[in-house]
């Protein structure tokens, strides 16, 4: 058991740093990852004939013995992400690579119950499967080596329990209460399935498409509600309870209106009683700077279908808060900027989640990964 951890987990490391760069080859993988030589031959070459990396070449240096090059093999693994909406079910099929391939959208009936739910995630799921040649993996691992589908991932309204995989009282969805949306989703589909909340997965995204100066970073998402996913140390964080991210429930009015969650003056309902778009972000924005001010930062990302709508607007406002509203501002440097992956980065994180938990690290911040420009 022990050696085949090592095994998986000296794996990971290589494939983390294939997803980061064009090409590699045995002796910057020994250096980026403190292997010895022979480990780093033995890990590529099962990673090569797993099909996870392909020969690329030799690289013959000025001097020295020439190197063999190696990189990732973006279509030999692939993840299925669906993103649950109060309004609609996202789906996204994304490569070993996190690249997003394709994606659909299907509206959710009001109120909608966890079998409608299901009904048409396998409806979706099945679909791209056949859509794109996708294999699944059997019991005893004889699945095609080539474009295996590795599971399911959903980003879910919380509060939920991630650890659980259980949907605890997602805020305006009356039947999800204690609901074991991932048993149930693994029972429907047949596949491994990773549940978490919308954003975390959403920041997940963002995490791996920006590589390792990402490390201490907020999503703020704005879609029929407000959240925001965090990334610190280099690590989704989730709390002691799995329920972390709950930024739309911050109080920001003590007699401002009644929350969904039942309490007065929340974020997300002045943000939703604002008058118009400006009034709107310039609340989110203030929410952001108390944030900021609790967390210290590096990067802000904004997204969600309704804020995306205003993007600019949006991220203007925030970008005017930090600077006038945030002491210290001159030296307590934030990015804020808008999500390059639309309204598919909370479906494209639970997809990567999944690829994470078989060919991920268990902790990002210990791989000693170089950190561009």
């Keep these: 058991m022990h050696l085949a951890f090592l095994r998986d987990y000296h794996e990971a490391l290589v494939i983390a740093l294939a997803r980061t760069v064009p090409t590699l080859e045995r002796g910057t993988v020994a250096e980026v990852t403190g292997l010895t030589p022979q480990a780093v031959s033995k890990v590529l070459a099962r990673l090569v ?5 392909e020969p690329a070449g030799v690289r013959r240096p000025a001097l020295g013995k020439p190197a063999a090059v190696y990189r990732l093999v973006p279509g030999s693994r692939w993840a299925i992400g669906a993103h649950v909406t109060r309004r609609e079910l996202r789906l996204v099929l994304t490569d070993l690579a996190g690249a997003v391939r394709a994606s659909a959208v299907t509206p959710l009936p009001d109120d909608f119950t966890p079998d409608q739910l299901l009904a048409r995630l396998a409806d979706g799921v099945t679909t791209l499967i056949a859509d794109h040649r996708l294999t699944t993996p059997v019991p005893d691992g004889g699945a095609d080596p080539s474009r295996v589908l590795a599971g399911v991932g959903i980003g879910m ?4 329990d991630q650890a659980a995989g259980t949907v605890r009282g997602a805020h305006r969805l009356r039947h999800w209460r204690d609901v074991p949306l991932a048993a149930l989703a693994e029972k ?30 907020a999503l703020v998402v704005v879609d029929a509600g407000v959240g925001a996913g965090l990334w610190l140390g280099g690590a989704a964080h989730r709390g ?8 739309g ?25 604002a008058a118009g778009p400006a009034e709107a972000a310039a609340v989110l924005a203030t929410g952001v700077v108390n944030l900021l ?3 210290d930062l590096g990067h802000v990302v904004l997204g969600g279908a309704d804020l995306l709508r205003d993007g600019e607007l949006y991220r203007d406002a925030v970008e005017h808060a930090v600077h006038t509203q945030l002491p210290g501002a001159d030296w307590l440097t934030v990015e804020v ?10 479906a494209a994180g639970a997809a990567m989640q999944v690829l994470n938990t078989r060919y991920g690290l268990p902790d990002p911040a210990g791989l000693r990964l170089p950190i561009p420009g």
């Design 293 to 295: 001010q609790t967390l």
């Design 188 to 217: 429907k589909l047949g596949l491994p399935v990773v549940l978490d909340k919308d954003v975390t997965a959403g920041v997940t995204a963002e995490a791996w498409r920006r590589g390792p100066a990402f490390r201490d970073a």
């Design 249 to 273: 429930h911050a109080v920001v009015q003590l007699d401002g209106p009644l929350c969904v969650c039942g309490r007065h003056g929340c974020l997300e309902a002045v943000h939703e009683r």
């Design 240 to 247: 002691a309870h799995t329920n972390a991210s709950e930024f």
């Design 157 to 160: 309204i919380g509060p939920l």
């Design 337 to 346: 900027s808008l999500t390059s992956l639309g309204t598919d980065v909370v």
């Design 49 to 53: 004939e797993e099909g996870l990396l």
